[in-house]
């Protein structure tokens, strides 16, 4: 079996959801490293209030997904369409199925 042509939209559309649950982690652990770097800031002498850490990390739970999501979405629709056009210049990827037997 050959693999002759991918859909770029679907392509795209599970690459945005499945990069914007990477970028949700990411937004956590932004908003982990912001409470850990405003609890270390409020016992210095630093000039940046302390919340400013947590705001930049809770705003990260919100920004990283979408921006996460936007980019795989961009990249894969686009990587699904020049796969197309490669494909049908030196041919599709090739690819066995078996059967799987219950």
Known sequence: MELKRIAPLSVGK???DLYACIGLLVGFLFAFLGMVGAFAASGSDADMPA???VLFGVAGIFLAPIFYGVIGFLFFTIAAAIYNVAAGMIGGVEFELVERKP
């Open 14 to 16: 599970i690459a945005g």
């Open 51 to 53: 919340g400013f850490g």
